[in-house]
């Protein structure tokens, strides 16, 4: 995924830029990097942080960096920001989004002029360096960043930083949230909610999706009002969002409380067990709220050991993520034995660290693991965020079971009953989960459900993964 953080203030910001990047530390493992212009123009550092956190790489860059403005980012993948110098001036920019129309893109680009871009390893280009090349072909920024964003297949929020103050952009659906946070003498915009707040700042707007503002440490500017549709992403509540965070008004651990409660009405009386656990950590709070809806104890049979253990689905080769999965869950021998567990994560990708995690807990005297995945069946690939390494709809476990059942390519109409849970071969797809992953009884939360615990009006909400709408 990333995440971004700005800061535009009448004193040196640099600080507070380190400490605002530094909170969206959860929505990459790859790349950080901050830019600021100061006295001394554009200055940028950029750090590989795979194997250590982001304040240790960036801390000696906070004493030699200065400036009053300054924008940064956690990236998954490429280096970012990047500085480009243009017939549109100087600038900085950093993106957070997808572009699914990459190669479309450089052939067009190549056809009409552009005659190179740089190179990474594995042989792709920098999607921030082409987003950039599209901002370019217009005769101003504002104009640039709304092409762009036609331009592209997929997602794009942005900002790009000049000498003058920040421009700040959302989706043009709004699939990722900006904020913006105001004190004196300066303003701030963020990906997260939360990671102005320790810093002095309040509150001051949320962009509206596809909305353009130019914030100054005096002030914030529309450049471009918000669009009428919206399509957030339903999975920022459910598990990319840290809890402290906000979108649309609406609190992520609030929300996995109503989502955990919802979960356990479905379930009534159908199932006994002797306590609620949650899957460190995205599971924790749905857990909590089953237990609270259902009376039923919450415990931790197991404990995350995350001093040292980078999250677990961003190594690229899958044996080393499951290796990490394993190291990071340690149990707690006492809460496990001779106990029925109800077992709360936030969803079911490939399915492979869950059922180690299951089989990890029947190997530590559990009797029986009932597992409740706090969104539906992923039965598609994101198209919008990358918030998986799966490179194939076919990795997902729902759509290596649907193949099996139904052979090949699977007609859209025979995939849509596989996503509505009042049909039978959507029960059939769950048992074989189930049987699969050696669960005692499987039950996802539903799409209705999933929506009513967000709360949003469900056309602003995108369930693509879900159900393949878009």
């Known amino acids: 995924m990333g995440g971004f953080f700005g800061v535009a203030s009448k004193k040196d910001c640099v600080l507070e830029l380190f400490y605002g990047v530094d909170y969206h530390s959860h929505l990459g493992t790859r790349r950080g990097g901050m830019a600021v212009y100061g006295a001394d123009g554009f200055n940028r550092a950029i750090h590989n942080i795979e194997n250590s956190p982001f304040r240790t790489k960036f801390e000696r860059d906070v004493e030699e960096l200065n400036g009053n403005l300054g924008i940064g980012c956690i990236s998954d993948y490429e280096p970012q920001p990047l500085l480009i110098q ?19 893109l450089l052939r067009k680009a190549y056809q009409d002029g552009h005659s190179h871009f740089q190179e990474m390893s594995g042989g792709q280009i920098n999607a921030t360096e082409l987003v950039g090349s599209l901002i370019c072909r217009r005769d101003t920024l504002v104009e640039g960043i709304r092409y762009a964003q036609e331009m592209v297949d997929g997602s794009l929020s942005l900002l790009i930083m000049t000498k003058d103050g920040i421009y700040a952009a959302r989706d043009r659906y709004g699939r990722t949230p900006v904020m913006i946070g105001k004190k004196e003498g300066a303003h701030c915009v963020s990906f997260e909610s939360f990671a102005y707040i320790n810093l002095g700042y309040t509150d001051h707007m949320e962009l509206g999706p596809g909305e353009i503002v130019f914030m100054t440490p005096d002030g914030v500017e529309q450049m471009l009002p918000p669009g009428e549709e919206m399509r957030i992403c339903s999975f920022l509540w459910v598990y990319y969002g840290y809890p402290t965070s906000s979108y649309e008004g609406v609190n992520v651990e609030e929300m996995r409380y109503r989502c955990g409660s919802m979960l356990a009405k479905r379930d009534g009386s159908s199932v006994h067990p002797d ?80 059922r180690e995690t299951t089989e990890f807990l029947y190997r530590s005297g559990a009797k029986e693991v009932h597992v409740r995945p706090a969104c539906p069946p992923l039965v598609y690939g994101c198209k919008y965020l990358n918030f998986s390494r799966s490179k194939s709809d076919m990795e997902l476990i729902t759509r290596r079971v649907i193949r099996e059942r139904e052979g090949g390519d699977c007609p859209g109409e025979i995939l849509e009953e596989y996503t509505n849970p009042d049909t039978c071969r959507y029960a059939e797809m769950i048992e074989e989960i189930r049987r699969l992953q050696n669960f005692t009884t499987l039950r996802y939360h539903r799409l209705d459900d999933l929506l009513a615990s967000i709360g949003l009006e469900p056309c602003k909400v995108c369930t693509y993964c879900f159900d393949g709408k878009e």
């Not at 290796?323 to 149990?331: D, F, H, V």
């Open 275 to 354: 306590v609620v656990a949650g899957v460190p950590d995205s599971g924790v709070a749905h857990a909590i709220g089953y237990a609270n809806e259902s009376g039923i104890p919450y415990a931790r049979p197991f404990i995350k050991y995350t001093p040292t253990w980078p999250r677990s689905f961003m190594p690229t080769n899958q044996s080393q993520r499951d290796l990490i999965a394993r190291m990071k869950l340690i149990p707690v021998q006492a809460l496990i034995e001779d106990k029925r567990l109800l077992l709360i994560d936030d969803s079911i990708v490939r399915g492979t660290q869950l």
């Open 86 to 104: 243009s017939h549109l001036g100087s600038f900085a920019i950093t993106t957070v989004g997808k572009i699914n129309n990459q190669d479309e």
